[in-house]
């Protein structure tokens, strides 16, 4: 299997570490593990990349795979996993393609920074309703669409037009980076409309406020990042399977 994100993977695995890195700490994992609540379930981990989410959830009592089409990540998750084990397991799968894993197994499945990564989001929301038990949670965060803009990372892109509404695939250089990455760039009716398409029930959606403790941080884990100066990087969205 061929990934974008081999590319960049080493470099990913020591950025994101165990813990997650800077945005990861303050803005995701938080927010993340109050809307999987305590009870032990069934989680899929979509695009789990080097596996520290997933991991982590393990490490609370939920019985977690974490799948990612990119098989260098899915090596350092493994690696990470037998240095130190959490009963977290790794696949290398496309998320494209979940319709292999058994029918309404999973009671929570999780994507955490994914879907701009990928082209068809209808067979990846296919899958994950048909991987999903009736009523199970599917949560998802992605890069803010109304902040991170195309400009956000191409400043020197000259905006002859709202890039608002601009949907489409835009290569980035995040801060740090070896290599480029492609990012697909939606509205974040795009978003929306599909989890009514499938029939998703939106329960709650969260943008994580930028804390001065976070900015500080920032700075100085990550100084070649830039920084918004308005609004916030994520939105966090967790629904139902009707
Ligand atoms: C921004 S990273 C996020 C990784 C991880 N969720 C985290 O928060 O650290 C995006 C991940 O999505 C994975 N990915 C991209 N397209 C995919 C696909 N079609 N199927 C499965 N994983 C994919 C990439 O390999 C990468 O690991």
């Known amino acids: ?34 809307l999987i609540g305590k009870n032990p379930q069934r989680i899929l981990d979509v695009g789990c990349g080097n596996g520290y989410f997933a991991r982590k959830l393990a490490k609370e009592g939920h019985k977690v795979l974490g799948i990612d089409n990119s098989p260098k990540m899915i090596f350092f998750a ?22 292999s894993l058994p029918r309404g197994f999973f009671d929570t499945v999780i994507a955490n920074v994914v879907l701009e990564s990928i082209d068809d989001i209808d067979s990846v929301f ?25 400009d956000f990372y191409i400043p020197n892109l000259k905006p002859r037009r709202n890039l608002y509404f601009l949907s489409k695939p835009i290569y980035i250089k995040m801060g740090g980076a070896p290599e480029k990455i492609m990012f697909f760039h939606r509205p974040l009716q795009y978003y929306f409309s599909k989890l009514i398409r499938f029939r998703f029930n939106i ?40």
């Not at 993977?9 to 994101?16: T, V």
């Not at 991987?131 to 949670?137: C, H, I, P, Y």
């Open 1 to 34: 299997m061929n990934s974008e994100w081999d590319k960049i993977a080493e470099w990913w695995d020591k950025k994101i570490g165990e813990e997650g890195d800077v945005f990861r700490r303050f803005l995701l994992n938080p927010y993340l593990f109050k």
């Open 78 to 99: 493994q690696k990470r996993e037998k240095h130190k084990p959490t009963g977290a397991e790794f696949r290398i799968m496309d998320a494209r393609n979940l319709k």
């Open 126 to 150: 296919e899958g994950i309703k048909f991987v999903l038990k009736k009523e199970g949670n599917f949560i998802f965060s992605i890069l803010h669409p109304c902040f991170i803009t195309p």
């Open 203 to 242: 329960q709650r959606m969260i943008e994580p406020p930028l804390t001065k403790k976070f900015l500080i941080e920032l700075k100085r884990e990550n100084p070649e990042e830039q920084v918004l100066n308005k609004g916030t990087y994520f939105i966090i969205i967790k629904s139902k399977n009707e």
